[in-house]
């Protein structure tokens, strides 16, 4: 029987008293003779009295009080800068906090680093997987913690491998011990993260924003791991921006604002729309569908496109001034289509047409030389260059026109920048400031601009505001409505169902590289696109 | 108003001031060293020892901000002074010969560039290949021979000078392209694409950047340099030989690096490239007056390639920190001023 087992088998409210006895554990082991015994020990869980942690200039967390208990899931919900990563971070011994108190079962600890929160227990898992790709899966869950054999002081592969399938069958993971991490999708990664977690026998487990960048059917798996996890007595801690999810596995919410704990409320105490006026502090309601536009001649028309093993008969068109979104579940070959339209990937047959003519694009250079601009979904990478300023950003796609004879116009380019920044509402102090200084919304912001300025016809957004904080998406989507008011063909990729339903005209759903169904505004809804994204039969083919 | 300008001007030259005061100190360790260094024709003519390796930095300054490097440079010199040697001696004019072996070696650049681009390589790889190739075929085509023979107005370029001044010509040469490069660099879209494809090659692609043509031609442009240095050199010795500057690429890769230009790409000036230039030069002229041994010199300019790889780490790591508390402070108190006034 694994020992993180027998240690934490405990109910989630702690003063009952529990005694578990043979019982059938989860992972198929017999349990013999483990007893719990809990409310002797009160309070048991971690709590922090007026932590706050400051770097350099005001506090970015203050005065916290917070409460985790064994067996529950508490979320931490605020907009972007609000302190939650902060807060986490102190928890698990990343920052040394300036002033207050953490206590586990009610002794104070001093969690100096993050090895000493390992050994209280604690884990935090990142948004983006921290694990070394080139290892396999079973190195990674028990990196600087290797069963060591005795007497000589070698690794025990087969014991290592043996020891983290079992961890990863506890928590009904498919993933080979010894496959590559790299070779992983970024949910099978997170899953590796929390066997990890739990072979560090984690009694509380901290994640910052698990869900980002998983499709829906994984957060649901992830959501039944959690549960899994708490019903054994380990406490959740999830941070996050998608309130359905929130509401949909938390037991209680603490919002954060600024800095400084709003509040927590037990999940039944509150509605959506109240915990959205408290992260804000302002009334921000659900976005508005737009008004249907009456959309123009067919911009941009896609008929049976196909690459094997990709995608495949990809048919669809959008009009000018019509916004049409491209959903369905990663992996279904939404971006591979897109990238192929805009020339960074071959196809193999199939025809685009712009505006009636028939292109096929062998590089980006003649995409956008023809009016059609593609934004990545991976701003840090394929979208922006950080280090560059903000004006050196937008520049980049228009340098030919900025110049003369090679010789660069630099107050042309602060010019065309600070229009960019004013239209798109970027909060930056000056154009001149590094791209990698701004929060995430004005980065997509930013991003925007630097294809807008090439005055493209046919604009292909491909998550446009994954992690961006509920403002600034607001001001994104409204964004998008004007382009499409002013003529732009708009063909918009989102995971984001509530904001496909605010923006799009019609929307394509795709299922296993191909298109499973359109839908026009009138036949929209969340359970219809997720109908089609999935298959009939609720199985998504992958 | 002056002071904050200075401040500024302290604030953003930070490093190249550093060099400055690097550039101050050798000069004076020079001076310590022999009592010959300190004046002014002294100063001046030993410029013309290093302006090979000055010429090919700054090329290479555009190559490693592309995040890239080029091993093969003392071996383009090397072939462009054997071809050019063997050409004189088949009675070529120089008037052809000299233009013929700068194509000769702008055309080995872009080699180095195309296969680094067509297959996928790693411009270490590749040009670790033909740096062996290059110089491999100079010894193939003049052997264990010198050439010499060159016409009176090709020889000994450092005993020229601008008249009426201790200006020697070779210095006039290298302060021409440090010019053309800074502008080239800091004043054109050429020069600011290096950058950002250095800094991110990717997001470059995506914004219809021709990234793959624009490292051919850096390459090409660094193969041409070497080749102006290779003229350079073959006309100072007055020969060529299949060995000439052997391993002077790491001269200049160290100046460059030292000159601040990040090994990872994407950041670099070539202000500093000049300056760095100046130390190294200074450094080993003056322990060569001081009759300091071979091996003790190449002690003193391994331990500053050393400090010129962790010197700039170090110094960017401490400014990014800097930059990070006063921002952060900064949004902070906004955040404050925005909640107090709303």
């Keep these: 029987m694994p020992e993180y087992y027998r240690q934490y088998t405990v109910t989630p409210a702690p003063s009952r008293i529990v005694i578990l006895f043979g019982q059938e554990a989860p992972n198929g082991h017999r349990e013999l003779g483990s007893a719990v015994a809990l409310g002797a020990r009160e309070p048991s869980g971690l709590s922090t009295r007026g932590l706050t942690k400051s770097f350099g200039g005001p506090p970015v967390v203050k005065d916290m009080e917070f409460e985790l208990l064994p067996g529950e899931v508490h979320a931490i919900v605020g ?47 990142f948004q983006e997987p921290t694990l070394f790709p080139d290892l396999s899966v079973a190195e990674n869950i028990f990196m600087g913690n290797h069963p060591v054999g005795r007497p000589l002081p070698f690794v025990g592969w087969q014991r290592m491998r043996a020891q983290a399938a079992e961890l990863l069958e506890s928590i009904g993971a498919r993933v080979d011990p010894s496959q590559p991490v790299g070779e992983l999708s970024v949910a099978e990664q997170q899953l590796v993260e929390i066997a990890t977690a739990l072979s560090h026998r984690a009694r509380f487990v901290l994640m910052d924003e698990p869900t980002a960048s998983l499709t829906p059917r994984e957060v649901e798996r992830l959501f039944a791991i959690i549960r899994d996890l708490t019903v054994r007595g380990t406490a959740v801690v999830f941070v996050n921006h998608r309130l359905e999810e929130v509401f949909a596995i938390a037991d209680r919410i603490t919002i954060m604002r600024d800095g400084v704990k709003v509040g927590t409320w037990g999940v039944r105490d509150i509605t959506r729309d109240e915990v959205v006026r408290r992260m804000v502090g302002r009334e921000l309601g659900e976005a508005p569908a737009r008004p249907i536009a009456s959309p123009g001649e067919v911009a941009l028309e896609i008929e049976g496109l196909t690459s094997p093993g990709v995608f495949r008969d990809v048919s669809l068109s959008v009009r000018r001034g019509e916004i049409v979104a491209l959903a369905g579940l990663v992996g279904a070959g939404r971006t591979e289509v897109a990238r192929a339209v805009f020339g960074i990937d071959p196809f193999e047959r199939g025809t685009i047409r712009l505006f009636g003519r028939p292109v096929r694009f062998r590089s980006p250079r003649e995409a956008l030389r023809h009016g059609l601009a593609y934004l990545p979904e991976d701003r840090q990478h394929q979208g922006l260059i950080l280090p560059m300023s903000v004006a050196h950003n937008i520049s980049l796609t228009v340098l030919d026109q900025l110049s003369r004879a090679g010789w660069l116009h630099r107050r042309r380019e602060r010019e065309l920048a600070q229009e960019q920044v004013q239209r798109l509402r970027v909060k930056a102090n000056s154009v001149s400031q590094p791209a990698q200084s701004l929060s995430g919304g004005n980065q997509q912001k930013v991003l925007v601009g630097k294809f807008l300025v090439t005055q493209p016809k046919v604009l292909i957004l491909d998550e446009p505001t994954r992690g961006v904080d509920v403002g600034a998406k607001a001001e994104i989507h409204r964004l998008i409505g004007e382009l499409a008011e002013q003529g732009i063909a708009v063909l918009m990729i989102s995971s984001d169902l509530p904001e496909v339903l605010a923006l799009a005209d019609r929307v394509v759903v795709m299922r296993d590289g191909r298109v499973a169904g359109e839908l026009s505004r009138s036949e929209m809804s969340e359970e219809a696109i997720m109908h089609l994204a999935v298959g009939s039969d609720g199985r998504a083919a992958v | 108003m002056l002071k904050e300008r200075m401040r500024e001007l302290v604030q953003h030259n930070a490093y190249e001031l550093l060099l400055v005061i690097l550039l101050a100190g050798s000069m004076a360790f020079s001076a310590s060293l022999s009592p010959y260094f300190l004046t002014v024709t002294t100063l001046f003519d030993m410029t013309s020892q290093f302006m090979e390796i000055g010429l090919m930095s700054l090329a290479m300054t555009l190559v490693i901000i592309l995040g890239q490097i080029d091993l093969s440079v003392a071996s383009i010199l090397a072939l462009v002074g054997v071809v050019l040697g063997l050409l004189n001696e088949g009675g070529v004019a120089l008037g052809f010969a000299i233009p013929a072996v700068l194509a000769l070696a702008t055309l080995l650049g872009l080699v180095n560039g195309w296969l680094a681009v067509t297959f996928r390589l790693p411009a270490l790889v590749v040009t670790l290949g033909t740096m062996a190739l290059y110089r491999g075929i100079g010894q193939i085509l003049l052997g264990d021979r010198s050439t010499y023979g060159f016409p009176g107005w090709f020889v000994s370029i450092d005993f020229r000078y601008i008249p009426g001044t201790p200006v020697p010509l070779p210095l006039v040469i290298f302060a021409t392209f440090a010019v053309l490069f800074y502008v080239l660099l800091h004043r054109t879209t050429f020069g600011r694409l290096v950058y950002a494809v250095g800094s991110n090659a990717e997001a470059c692609r995506f914004s219809g950047i021709a990234v793959d043509r624009l490292q051919v031609l850096v390459f090409g442009l660094s193969g041409l340099m070497a080749g102006i240095a290779g003229l350079m050199m073959t006309s100072r010795f007055a020969s060529a030989r299949w060995d000439m500057a052997n391993g002077l690429e790491l001269d200049v890769i160290t100046t460059v690096v030292l000159g601040g230009t990040s090994i990872f790409g994407g950041r670099g000036t070539i202000v500093g490239t000049v300056l760095a230039l100046f130390v190294m030069g200074t450094l080993r002229y003056g322990m060569g007056l001081a009759n300091v041994l071979p091996q003790n010199q190449s002690v003193v300019i391994g331990l500053l390639l050393i400090v010129a790889i962790f010197v700039p780490e170090a110094w960017r790591a401490w400014r990014a920190r800097s930059r990070r508390r006063a921002q952060k402070g900064g949004e902070a108190r906004a955040e404050v001023a925005r909640d107090s006034a709303g």
Excluded: C, M, W, Y
């Design chain 1, 79 to 125: 907009e972007n800068g609000a302190g939650k990563s902060t807060f986490l971070k102190l928890l698990a011994g990343v920052h040394p906090p300036d002033a207050g108190q953490v206590a586990v079962d009610g002794v104070p600890v001093d969690i100096g680093n993050p090895t000493i929160a390992r050994s209280l227990g604690i884990s935090l898992i």
